[in-house]
C-alpha cells in the first residue's frame, strides 16, 4: 500500500475495506497518465489474492509476490498494445475465460490498463459479465476519466479517483527516486507536472534525453521564433556531420510527436506536446519535411554550413 503516495483518503477507504474482505468485483481507477493507476491496480490485485491473515496485501506472500511481479496466472491483463481500440473480441476472449475458476489464487483478477479505449459494443459486452460475475472474478478498469465509460458501467463499479500530490509529497518522491538529479531540475519538472508524480519523472527524464539544441529549437518552433531559429542554427554551421545527423533526428522525431499529438495523441516529450498546441499540422508537417531534407542532403556529403543556411530558408518560409 505505501506503493502508492498521496492519496490519504483513498489509502484510508481502501484499507478498511482490505481488512473486512469487503472488496467490489468491479473497480473504475480513475485519473490522468502518470498519476498511479497501474500502481493502485497491482495493490487491489495483491489485495485481492493475498493468503496472509492480517494487514492486506501483506507484500510477502507468495502470491502477493506473484502480483506484484507481474507474474501471478489468475492476474490477467486485457489489452492488445498493437491495436487501437479495446477490441470487442478482446472483452469477449475474457469473457469466456471468466467462467474457469482461478489457477491457484483465491480470485481472478482481469485489469483493462487502456478501459477508456473500449467502444460501446466492448463495453456492452463487457456489462453482460460484470452484471453477473462468478463470485472469484473482479474486474479493474483504468481509464483517464470515469465519464468516457457507459453508465452503466460506471453503475456497477466502485470509481476511485487518483488525487494529484501536494508539492512536499512530490519534491520528496523526486528526491528519493531521483537522487542523482540537481535539486533545481527536480524542482523544475514537479512545476511542470500539475501533481502527478508520474508525470513529474518523466519530464525529469525528458530534459536529461532532449539535447539543449532540441529544447531550444523546440521553443522557437512553437512560439515562432525566427529569430530565435537563425541564432540557434548559426553555430551549428560549425558542427561535424556526426553531430548534426543525431540533433536533426531528434527534431524530426520532435515533430512526428507534435503531429500525433494534433490527432489525439499523447506526446511522449512534453516539448511535443507544446508544438502540437502551438502549431497547426501543415506547419508541423512541413518543418519535418525540411529537416528530412536537411538530413538527407548531409547524408548525401553536403556540407553542414550548407545544410544550416539552407534550413534557415526552408524554416523561415
Ligand atoms: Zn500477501
Known amino acids: 500500500m505505501d506503493a502508492l503516495l498521496g492519496n490519504a483518503r483513498l489509502r484510508s477507504a481502501l484499507a478498511a475495506a482490505f481488512a473486512s474482505d469487503r472488496l467490489s468485483h468491479c473497480y473504475l481507477l480513475a485519473g490522468p497518465e502518470g498519476s498511479g493507476k ?29 502480483v506484484l511481479d507481474n507474474v501471478h496466472p489468475d492476474v490477467i491483463t486485457v489489452d492488445d498494445p498493437a491495436k487501437k481500440t479495446v477490441t470487442v473480441e478482446l472483452i469477449r476472449n475474457a469473457r469466456a475465460d471468466v467462467y474457469i475458476k482461478p489457477n491457484e489464487g483465491r480470485r481472478k483478477v ?5 478501459a477508456m479505449d473500449m467502444n460501446p459494443a466492448a463495453q456492452n459486452a463487457l456489462l453482460k459479465v460484470i452484471e453477473e460475475p462468478p463470485d472469484y472474478a473482479a474486474f479493474l478498469l483504468l481509464t483517464d476519466g470515469a465519464e468516457r465509460l457507459l453508465p452503466t458501467i460506471r453503475s456497477r463499479s466502485v470509481t476511485l479517483h487518483l488525487a494529484p500530490l501536494t508539492e512536499a509529497e512530490g519534491l520528496d518522491a523526486l528526491a528519493k527516486r531521483c537522487p542523482d538529479k540537481d535539486a533545481a531540475a527536480r524542482a523544475a519538472a514537479w512545476a511542470r507536472s500539475e ?6 519523472l518523466r519530464l525529469l527524464e525528458e530534459g536529461e534525453s532532449l539535447a539543449p539544441e532540441t529544447q531550444r529549437f523546440a521553443a522557437c518552433f512553437a512560439r515562432r521564433d525566427k529569430l530565435g531559429l537563425t541564432e ?23 515533430l512526428s510527436q507534435a503531429l500525433a499529438v494534433r490527432a489525439g495523441q499523447l506526446g511522449r516529450w512534453e516539448a511535443a506536446e507544446r508544438i502540437g498546441r502551438s502549431r497547426t499540422s501543415a506547419e508541423s508537417l512541413k518543418a519535418l519535411r525540411s529537416l528530412q531534407r536537411a ?18 530558408v526552408w524554416l523561415d518560409e
Not at 482481469?110 to 487502456?114: D, E, G, K, L, Q
Open 38 to 66: 497501474h500502481t493502485l491496480a497491482r495493490i487491489l490485485a495483491a489485495a485481492m489474492e493475498c493468503t496472509a491473515g492480517g494487514k492486506r496485501p501483506c507484500g510477502v506472500c507468495l502470491q502477493c509476490r506473484k
Open 110 to 114: 482481469y485489469v483493462i490498463p487502456r
Open 195 to 200: 501533481g502527478w508524480l508520474g508525470q513529474a
Open 232 to 254: 540557434l542554427l548559426v553555430p551549428l554551421e560549425r558542427q561535424k556531420r556526426e553531430q548534426l545527423v543525431p540533433l536533426l533526428q531528434q527534431w524530426i522525431e520532435l
Open 295 to 312: 538530413a538527407e542532403l548531409l547524408n548525401g556529403n553536403v556540407s553542414p554550413g550548407a545544410v544550416c543556411g539552407a534550413l534557415q
